[in-house]
Each structure stands twice: as structure tokens, then as C-alpha cells.
């Protein structure tokens, strides 16, 4: 292991690699020698340089010098428990990747959880102690994208030329076992840097003004590759993520249709996806650009489901035809009590106002038995597939 010899890691404290790194940093506040180790072999694996010791003092020097993209911290210990953390966290306005690592009770973990959310701290995880290494892995890699120093001027460069790809997420229904659709991800390979994943660059777009053409880009993407797929015999609906600063915008119902047009697409063959908090700045702009999208035809999804703010009554008037479960609340289905309520509320909410019910984020054969027999309709995560390029797609679903 590239971190350190059990003799070091029951030293007070470790320093961080002095190497490149492409997640970031991941700092561990732990009092347990052997989570450490096994914590810093997932995570040399999964591209991060860590940093693990068993002293506060010496874990809040380090992340005020190394700001950590995410941050493993134990419930339980000695001296500083993990509640305190939590609050101390708050206070030095962290805004790393928090996951939770204790074999407490479920109801002790989820009561962290809420109150680190309360605090606003990006609680995003529960590591159950004792986890398996390939659990964990998929964990740490769930939390933070490859970390690129890209400016706008290279994100021009790449909307006009052909380092943009898109990848494709199956998504399964859990009724037939067979694929019905994928979830198209911007990948952006760039020259120099590798490859460069949406967390880097998609605020760039958002600030920059390039938010639009990205979203006319990976819209018209789609469209001409769902229109191969299904010349050749693969019918799948394709959704697609739509950023809150693009969803305003009032040509998109027309320009989307018309690049279906173009194609030979039905509408019904893309769903647009959309986070709860869209309709929130102007509802009323939001209903008429939301119903003349399913007038065309067009499928919509609210995503990440329950991580926002909106009413019931919004949820009621707002013409979605689908929603998907947030991954925080699946991947910790199994071992919260609270997040297992929560998915179950939500699929019955669905089911009664008539929407699909997807669940994302799912990492285990366990979790996706748990959808299925409690009657979620599709599910999506790596346990299915990770995203590939689309010409895996037609060989995955004849699979």
C-alpha cells in the first residue's frame, strides 16, 4: 500500500502525499490504525491523495492548509466526537464531501446526517463499519469527479470542435429486467488535461454564459444518436440533464422539437431532466416552458428527488412524468432506517400522482432487490452499468 505500514498509521497523524492527484484530497479523522489503512487503500485506488490521522487538532490544521474535496469522519472517538466535528466544520464553512463512518446505531447516523445538512454541510454518505473494499470504492468514487484546472476559454474551444462526448448510463426497469432507456453524461476529453468530468466544467458554463450552448449541444447529441440507435433496432428513451440557468429558456421547446424533426425522432424518445429547485424562481415562467414541452411530447423528470424544496401542491401541478430518487437516500437504503422510509414514501408518492419512479445511485445487488420488491418501476448505478460510450449501448441491452 503506497500510504504507510501499520507501525506509521498508528502514529498521531500522516501527511498528505506529495503527488498529483485527480479527485483531490480526502482527509480522515479516525481513531481506528486499520480503517485508516483500508480508507487509504480505496482511496490511492480511486485517484485521491489522502491524509488520515487520529488527532482533531491535527486533521482541522491540516484541511485549513489542504482544503479536502471530501472528508471522512468518525462518529465515535475520544476526545472530539464526531457531532463536534460536525459543528466545528460548519463553522470554518467546509464545503468538502462529508462521509459518515461508525458502526452506531441507524438512528444515531441519520440524526448526524439531518444535522450536518441543518449546519449546511454537504453530508453525502454513511460508511458502515465493517465494509467491504469494492463497497467503498464505489462510494469514493461517487463523491467527487476527476478535478481539472479548465478555463472558459477552453470550454469554447471544445463546444466548437470534438473533444465534447457523450456517455450513457443504463436504466433498467426492475419489472422486466431489461434496459427502457439511458441517461446521457457530458464527458469532455481535453488534450492536454485527460479526460474532464461535468463537475469541472459545467459551473464554468453557468457562470460563463455557455450553459445554453452546452445544453443545445448534448440535446442535439442525443437526438442524432437515439435516431441511429432506433434505425438499427435499439429503442431506449434518452434523458438528459437540464441546468437550471439553461431551463428558462423559452426557445428550447421549439428548437428541441425541431432537431427532432430532423432527425426522424419522436419527442417521446427524450425525457429532459430537472432538478426540483427550477420552478422555484419564477413558477409561472417555469409551468408555461414545462407544458409546452409535454404538449410537443417530450418526457420530463424531476431529478434528484428530495433533496429539494418544493410543495406537494407544486409537485401536483408541475407536468413531470417521472421522478428519480436522489442517490443519497438509495445507497444508504440498507443501512438507515430513515433513508429506507424516505424511498419508500417517495415511491408511493410517485405511483399516486402517476409518475415513474427511478431510483439512481444504486451500488448493490441488495439495493436493487429492495426497489424491486417494494415496487420502484427503474433503477440506474454501477451495480447495472457505469455510463459507456454509445457504441456499447446496442451490445449491453442485446445482453
Not at 463523491?143 to 471544445?158: D, F, G, K, T
Not at 429503442?235 to 426522424?264: F, Q, Y
Not at 422510509?341 to 408518492?349: K, N, Q, R, T, W
Not at 455510463?387 to 446496442?394: N, Y
Amino acid at each position: 500500500m503506497p500510504f504507510a505500514s501499520n507501525e506509521q498509521l498508528n502514529s498521531p497523524s500522516m501527511p498528505a502525499q506529495q503527488r498529483s492527484s485527480a479527485r483531490g484530497h480526502l482527509a480522515v479523522l479516525d481513531d481506528e490504525a486499520m480503517f485508516c489503512e483500508f480508507v487509504g487503500e480505496a482511496a490511492d485506488i480511486c485517484g485521491y491523495d489522502a491524509f488520515f490521522t487520529t488527532r482533531p487538532d491535527a486533521f482541522f490544521q491540516h484541511i485549513e492548509r489542504h482544503p479536502a474535496a471530501v472528508i471522512v469522519l468518525d462518529l465515535l472517538m475520544p476526545g472530539m466526537d464526531g457531532m463536534q466535528a460536525l459543528r466545528r466544520l460548519a463553522e470554518e464553512g467546509v464545503k468538502a464531501c462529508i462521509l459518515l463512518a461508525s458502526g452506531a446505531d441507524g438512528q444515531v447516523l441519520d440524526n448526524a446526517i439531518c444535522l450536518g445538512r441543518e449546519h449546511g454541510l454537504n453530508m453525502t454518505g454513511i460508511i458502515r463499519k465493517p465494509i467491504d473494499l469494492d463497497a467503498l470504492r464505489e462510494l469514493l468514487e461517487s463523491q467527487v469527479q476527476v478535478v481539472s484546472p479548465v478555463i472558459q476559454a477552453h470550454l469554447e474551444a471544445a463546444l466548437s470542435g470534438d473533444e465534447l462526448k457523450l456517455h450513457y448510463q443504463p436504466i433498467l426497469d426492475l419489472r422486466t429486467g431489461r434496459p427502457v432507456g439511458v441517461e446521457a453524461l457530458v464527458r469532455w476529453h481535453h488534450p492536454q488535461l485527460g479526460l474532464v468530468m461535468p463537475s469541472a466544467f459545467v459551473p464554468l458554463a453557468e457562470q460563463g454564459g455557455l450553459i445554453g450552448a452546452l445544453t443545445d449541444w448534448a440535446l442535439a447529441e442525443a437526438v442524432t444518436q437515439n435516431a441511429a440507435w432506433r434505425s438499427a433496432g435499439t429503442m431506449l428513451k434518452i434523458a438528459v440533464n437540464v441546468s437550471n440557468a439553461s431551463a428558462p429558456d423559452p426557445g428550447l421547446p421549439e428548437r428541441l422539437e425541431r432537431m427532432c424533426s430532423d432527425a426522424g425522432l419522436p419527442p417521446s424518445a427524450i425525457a429532459l431532466e430537472l432538478t426540483e429547485s427550477v420552478a422555484t424562481g419564477d413558477p409561472a415562467r417555469a409551468m408555461e416552458l414545462f407544458v409546452r414541452l409535454r404538449s410537443k411530447g417530450f418526457d420530463l423528470s424531476i431529478d434528484d428527488f428530495g433533496t429539494g424544496y418544493s410543495s406537494l401542491a407544486q409537485l401536483q401541478r408541475l407536468p413531470f412524468t417521472s421522478l428519480k430518487i436522489d442517490r443519497s437516500f438509495v445507497s444508504s437504503v440498507l443501512s438507515s432506517d430513515a433513508s429506507a422510509s424516505i424511498v419508500l414514501a417517495i415511491i408511493s408518492l410517485a405511483h399516486a400522482l402517476g409518475l415513474t419512479c427511478i431510483a439512481e445511485g444504486v451500488e448493490s445487488a441488495e439495493t436493487l432487490l429492495f426497489l424491486k420488491e417494494n415496487g420502484c418501476d427503474c433503477a440506474q448505478g454501477y451495480h447495472i452499468a457505469r455510463p459507456m460510450p454509445a457504441t456499447d449501448i446496442p451490445a449491453f441491452c442485446r445482453a
